[in-house]
């Protein structure tokens, strides 16, 4: 089955840096690329995804980009704030139908000093 | 607000116990998960109703039951054969899109 590694487990930026998060997936089959952010005390929430058609997708101050060949996906956060501050999930599954299929990877505490 | 709402958002459960938590979503999904999550560690799923009156067993259902009996409902039980019960527990629905949508999450702890 899939298996998603990501890293690293914590990082620690300065206000106005950039971030970047990489995750490595097993199943060359997957083709959707979720990304998730957990705040404190709260569940986590859909930042942007990705399919395995697209080599990258931008939102604002967030990316994310794919390398289907090497299996890794990555979140870039640029100009970072404070509120971005959170616990951050990547996941990977064959297609955006059927949620259960998604596989996440252990997630990564970013910590924006200011 | 349309969402999803999780509760209680603390228990403490004694060894040997059985407890329910409770989720409830007016999001009109047809879809409702259970998660566990453990520092450190990603979400794992426990059970998925893709339906109401039925319901799946995910990665690690052992130790756990739930029930789809209304569209709106999906409570999970954590029975005293779950060994590690301590954890952080996600509720989330998804509908046609396929995205997730996750409550605010209730903590479990065995004294």
């Known amino acids: 089955g899939e298996n998603v590694e990501q890293h690293p487990s914590t990082l620690s930026v300065q206000e106005g840096d950039s971030a970047v998060i990489k995750c490595t997936y097993s199943d060359s089959a997957s083709n959707y690329f979720p990304w998730y952010k957990q705040e404190l005390g709260k569940g986590p929430q859909l930042i942007i995804d990705?399919?395995?058609?697209?080599g990258e997708k931008k939102d604002q101050r967030i990316a994310v980009t794919l390398n289907k060949t090497a299996k890794h996906f990555s979140l870039h956060i640029t100009e970072t704030q404070p509120e971005d501050s959170a616990v951050y999930f990547c996941?990977?599954?064959?297609?955006?139908?059927?949620?259960?299929?998604?596989?996440f990877g252990q997630g990564t505490r970013l910590t924006i000093n200011p | 607000d349309g969402g999803i709402t999780q509760s209680p958002k603390y228990l403490f459960r004694k060894e040997g116990q059985n407890v329910t938590l409770s989720c409830e979503q007016n999001l009109n999904h047809d879809a409702m998960y259970w998660y566990r999550q453990d520092p450190g560690q990603g979400l794992r799923l426990i059970y998925y109703s893709q339906i109401v009156n039925d319901f799946q067993k995910g990665d690690i259902a052992e130790g756990y039951s739930v029930s789809r009996e209304k569209k709106e409902s999906f409570p999970l039980t954590v029975t005293s054969a779950q060994k590690n019960p301590t954890a952080f527990y996600l509720c989330?629905?998804?509908?046609?899109?396929?995205?997730?949508?996750f409550g605010e999450g209730s903590r479990l702890t065995v004294l």
């Open positions: 996941a990977a599954s064959r297609g955006i139908q059927g949620a259960q299929k998604l596989v």
């Open positions: 990705i399919r395995s058609n697209v």
């Open positions: 989330a629905s998804s509908g046609i899109t396929g995205e997730l949508f």
